[in-house]
């Protein structure tokens, strides 16, 4: 990789993105599971992007196809919306956003999208997985954080 000052700029705005939207999350609840699941969910969105910018998961950083994985991050999104970030809602949103990894990796497997990558078609199914795993992982914890009170520290 050759980064110029354009790669850092975009680099050190995802990671203040990713560090606001933590501390408004971290704001908004005292419950610790909620928290490290808001994490892992902010750090796989954020890895997701990261590494298709930076190489690609299919083929290269070039394919276009590599543009489906922002759509994996819509649904996520979206469902996050929906939800309205309690923590019910974002298990359904993150299991949503898992069954979307896996799809985009179905499709790029199945019509050989990244034929002309230099791992294809491992770097496809083991970074899907990666991905997929992490998306499960925050499910779960958001489930388990539903089982807990989330409490506005504003409202006394």
């Known amino acids: 990789m050759d980064w110029d000052i354009f790669d850092f700029v975009v680099f050190g705005a995802m990671l203040l993105g990713v560090g606001v939207v933590y501390a408004l999350a971290n704001r908004r609840a ?5 928290r490290f699941a808001i994490g892992v969910s902010l750090a796989a969105a954020f890895l997701l992007v990261w590494v298709n910018g ?42 949503a956003t898992a069954l979307a990894q896996v799809m985009v990796a179905v499709i790029a497997l199945t ?3 990244g034929l002309a990558g230099a791992s294809w078609p491992w770097d496809v199914i083991i970074l899907s997985g990666f991905f997929t795993a992490l998306w499960i992982v925050a499910a779960r914890l958001f489930r388990k954080a539903a089982r807990h009170p989330l409490s506005d520290p504003g409202i006394k």
């Open 30 to 34: 005292n419950n610790t599971t909620y």
């Open 111 to 113: 019509t050989n999208l």
């Open 54 to 95: 930076a190489v690609g998961i299919i083929g290269n950083e070039n394919n276009d196809a590599n543009m489906m994985f922002f759509g994996v991050l819509v649904v996520g999104l979206i469902g996050a919306i929906i939800a309205r970030l309690q923590p019910q809602g974002m298990a359904r949103s993150m299991y």
